[in-house]
């Protein structure tokens, strides 16, 4: 499940709700540092395993995310094996990689609690890397060969507009790229994920084999219930005379 609204109690609602995985979005929702680190810490006393997708492939947020306590990132739009290359080393110490050096300040290694951190961080974190573009659908393979690369998530909304059928993530062409992508994966030994909130769909790519996938986010479930509660106890109801009463106790109904 997404988890979008930069909430700490949803995040604790979504992580005790008997799902296996939660994706914190840094990328298309309004959080920062201590917004993801809340969320982490809401959700670590429950079952689930937390992803963070990070806003760019960037080493300091990189290294920023990592010293917070997210242990698995995932880095959107990359779209070259020398990108996939830059994310993994952002996530790995010297000589392994580039990640700056801050342990005893930071929440990822507990203020220099976990033992031998320094040299451990590569066995307790993960790099995914978002495979949303035709570029990156077409390095596919070489993406998947870099040394690091813990998994393959494919993003098709940016996908479909990366091939010029913006909104179309169903369009014939763009299921053939992610089952293309699937495909590449499998075949590379790396576990896939892929995002599908149609059911429907959701249970094709299940059936393909992906092995971790979203299927609905928590400001989506929110809204989509919202709705339904409107539907049912006012415009099915007779709309117009449940206003009318709200605005003879005083009440205004809100208009944009």
């Known amino acids: 499940m997404w988890v979008s609204s930069g909430s ?36 670590a006393a429950y079952p689930v395993t937390p992803v963070v997708r990070v806003p760019v492939n960037d080493t300091v947020l990189i290294k920023q995310y990592l010293d917070l306590g997210a242990q698995n990132l995932l880095v959107p739009m990359v779209n070259s094996a020398d990108e996939a290359a830059a994310a993994v080393a952002a996530s790995l110490y010297p000589p392994r990689g580039v990640r700056g050096v801050g342990s005893a300040l930071a ?18 974190v ?14 596919a393979e070489a993406i998947a060969a870099t040394d690091g690369v813990a998994a393959m998530f494919i993003g098709p909304s940016d996908l479909s ?17 992610v089952e293309r992508t699937i495909a590449v994966a499998k075949a590379a030994g790396l576990p896939v994920g892929v995002n599908a909130f149609n059911p ?54 809100a208009s944009y």
């Open 8 to 43: 700490p109690i949803m995040a604790e609602i979504c992580a005790g709700s008997g799902l296996d995985w939660l994706l914190i979005d840094g990328e298309h929702s309004p959080l920062g540092l201590e917004s993801i680190q809340l969320q982490l810490q809401a959700a």
């Open 107 to 124: 929440r990822g290694a507990r203020w220099n609690r976990v033992e031998n951190y320094l040299q451990r961080a590569h066995e307790l």
């Open 126 to 139: 993960s790099i995914t890397v978002q495979i949303e573009t035709a570029e990156s659908v077409a390095n």
């Open 161 to 177: 507009a990366s091939m010029g059928l913006l909104g179309q993530q169903e369009h014939p062409d763009v299921v053939a790229s």
């Open 200 to 253: 429907v769909v959701a249970e094709r790519y299940l059936d393909l084999g992906v092995d971790f996938i979203l299927v609905g986010a928590d400001v989506a479930s929110v809204a989509r219930a919202g709705e339904g509660f409107a539907k049912r106890f006012i415009d099915d109801r007779g709309g117009d005379q449940i206003a009318g009463a709200a605005e003879a106790t005083g009440g205004e109904r």
